[in-house]
């Protein structure tokens, strides 16, 4: 199938505008195989800005989307459902990260829009291989074996625990609490550890 992507390039206002030449890095993303169009927006993750996407994909039947913004622990879902929303498999996106791993890591322009360009060409090429996904739920086993009983150990068991599933904690030694247990006080509370 003919690879249609879209790629967006988000300014985040002046977090990513003001150390990336944004314009630059859109005219260079136009020129990528399979992008038949390269948008530069304020705030990509608003309603106008997701709206924007929508329209293209329906208008220039996109097949692909890049997004170069911010880090995918942010805003992947967000655009993952501006895909679906619109009836594109919401796993045909790529994110590339030019504000948290470019605009806020230096303050040199031209190295910042190089390595934007860069992000931009590798998300566009990852993208074209990208393969449909469904959403499949399997039946799985949710007791938690959790190895060690030190205090990390302990933390982790009880947590797991409060959030209502079954734990096995397993400590090889006859006694828990790791090198926690000891010491004989703690700063600055000088509770006892044990
Ligand atoms: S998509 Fe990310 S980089 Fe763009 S405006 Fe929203 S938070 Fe900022």
């Known amino acids: 199938?003919?690879?249609?992507?879209?790629?967006?390039?988000?300014?985040?206002?002046?977090?990513?505008?003001?150390?990336?030449?944004?314009?630059q890095v859109v005219e260079f993303a136009k020129g990528l195989p399979g992008v038949v169009i390269a948008r530069e927006y304020k705030f990509v993750c608003s309603d106008p800005g997701q709206?924007?996407?929508?329209?293209?994909?329906?208008?220039?039947?996109?097949?692909?989307?890049?997004?170069?913004?911010?880090?995918p622990r942010l805003h992947e879902l967000t655009f993952r459902r501006t895909l679906a929303s619109v009836g594109l498999n919401?796993?045909?996106?790529?994110?590339?990260?030019?504000?948290?791993?470019?605009?806020?890591?230096?303050?040199?322009?031209?190295?910042?829009?190089?390595?934007?360009?860069?992000?931009?060409?590798?998300?566009?090429?990852?993208?074209s291989y990208h393969q449909p996904l469904e959403i499949r739920e399997v039946s799985m086993n949710p007791n938690t074996l959790v190895v060690g009983a030190g205090i990390a150990g302990i933390?982790?068991?009880?947590?797991?625990?409060?959030?209502?599933h079954k734990v096995y904690l397993v400590e090889r030694e006859p006694s828990i609490g790791g090198h926690m247990a000891q010491l004989d006080k703690t700063f600055p509370t000088l509770d006892c550890s044990a």
């Open 155 to 164: 933390q982790a068991a009880l947590e797991i625990a409060n959030s209502g």
């Open 90 to 127: 919401p796993y045909l996106m790529e994110m590339a990260n030019i504000r948290e791993q470019v605009a806020w890591v230096t303050e040199n322009k031209e190295l910042a829009t190089q390595k934007a360009k860069a992000l931009v060409s590798a998300a566009v090429k990852r993208v």
């Open 51 to 71: 709206d924007i996407i929508k329209k293209d994909i329906k208008e220039q039947k996109l097949n692909r989307v890049v997004i170069s913004s911010c880090s």
């Open 1 to 23: 199938m003919e690879q249609r992507i879209g790629v967006y390039v988000c300014d985040c206002g002046a977090n990513i505008a003001s150390t990336v030449d944004v314009p």
